[in-house]
């Protein structure tokens, strides 16, 4: 979808730079460990409860689940993403889908990425599981175009880290779709740290 995520690195670029990630080994080592232990099975989790919510067109729940994932983010540079992304998306489905403008309507501004993708879903009444592996092939696969870009890597090898992860995305996904309140944490703070190192690089290919 044309939301603006080709814009983004996540980290990537201030860990390329410091060396932390050289080569597709290391690329595909910190993937996993963000799908596993980092912001992603959150992200599902949120996703999940914005389906939820549509489906029973609870406009409270969709809200309280918006402001919670936005003051949940790690960074300003990571709301920031969010936010933008999530906007680009609802001027995206306004003009897809004049249906979809009640709950639209709805739903808080500024509205995140992964609430508008997961209520969008519902809307269109996509399963809930091929909604989160589409969601993590997604995510997955922007992040490894950038680490392809910025290492440099070759195309073969991106795709072949992106055929390595699908495993670990299967997985979370499905912990995702259980995963209850309590459990909603995750150890992100290396994230966080080249999030918001990452503004500060004299050059920058990406906005963070």
Known sequence: MPVGSYSYSEGLELLVETG??????????????????????????????????????????LTYWNHWWSAARETHELR???????????????SLDP????WLDHLEQPANWTIVFGAAAAH??????????????????????????????GQTAGQQILLELLPTIVTMSDRAMVMPDTE?????????????????????LFQS
């Open 99 to 102: 249906t979809m403008k009640p």
């Open 124 to 153: 269109w009444n996509i399963d809930l599981q091929g909604t989160l592996l589409a969601y993590g092939q997604s995510w997955a696969s922007n992040l490894i175009g950038a680490g392809v870009k910025l290492i440099p890597l």
């Open 20 to 61: 932390a990630i050289s080569n597709a080994d290391t690329l595909k080592d910190w993937l996993i460990q963000e799908l596993k232990f980092g912001s992603f099975p959150i992200d599902g989790a949120i996703l999940c409860r914005a389906y939820h919510a549509l489906e029973s067109n609870n406009w409270d729940q």
């Open 80 to 94: 920031q993403q969010s936010w933008k992304m999530g906007h680009s998306l609802i001027r995206l489905l306004r």
């Open 184 to 204: 909603l944490c995750s150890c992100s703070w290396g994230l966080a740290l080249a999030s918001s190192q990452h503004e500060q690089q004299t050059v920058r």
